[in-house]
Structure formats: structure tokens, C-alpha cells
Nanobody
């Protein structure tokens, strides 16, 4: 069993930055960690994910603005969000795959002036 604990999020102005962090309680290396988001009335969508080997996948909507990084030894993943836009407003969920999917409880990110 893996538990994911998220931190970060909150309110940012357009053009601003926020950092999300997620720590996984696991005594083994997790194959994939990442972030998804869900805006009101929309389906949950991939933001970015990264393998234990460092290969990352980013959604087109965040390319060049968001950076994902992980610390395998600590089983943590971080999402640096820059140049935030109002359309980035959503609940962001930490994700991990270790023989099955695991999800965090979600953290709200609001981008508004």
C-alpha cells in the first residue's frame, strides 16, 4: 500500500508561480509518479509524469511552463508551475504507479487576479 501526501498549491496571480510536492510512503522505488488535474466540469487530465529512470511526459498545455522532478531516494515528486494562466485552475492530484494506480487527495490551485 502506498499513501501519497501532497503539499503546496493555493492562489497565484496570472504569470505567477507555484510549486506542488508529493511524498509517497513506500519502502521501494515507485515506477511512475506525476500529477493530474481536474477543473470544474471537466475530466481529469494528465499534467506531467516521470519514471524512476527520469523520462518525463508533459501535457501540451503545460510544455515550457511546468517542470516535473523527482527524488527516487525520498520517493517524492515536485511540480514547478511557472507562467500560470487562469485555465490552470484546477484540483491537482498526485499520482503514483506501483503495480497499481495510487492517488493523492488533491490540492486546489487557483490562478486569478
Amino acid at each position: 500500500q502506498v499513501q501519497l501526501v501532497e503539499s503546496g498549491g493555493g492562489l497565484a496571480q496570472p504569470g505567477g508561480s507555484l510549486t506542488l510536492s508529493c511524498a509517497a510512503s513506500a519502502s521501494f522505488s515507485i515506477a511512475v509518479m506525476g500529477w493530474y488535474r481536474q477543473a470544474p466540469g471537466k475530466q481529469r487530465e494528465l499534467v506531467a509524469r516521470i519514471t524512476a529512470g527520469g523520462m518525463s511526459t508533459d501535457a501540451d498545455s503545460v510544455k515550457g511552463r511546468f517542470i516535473i522532478a523527482r527524488d527516487n531516494a525520498q520517493n517524492t515528486v515536485h511540480l514547478q508551475m511557472n507562467s500560470l494562466k487562469p485555465e490552470d485552475t484546477a484540483v491537482y492530484y498526485c499520482y503514483a504507479w506501483a503495480y497499481r494506480d495510487y492517488w493523492g487527495q488533491g490540492t486546489q490551485v487557483t490562478v486569478s487576479s
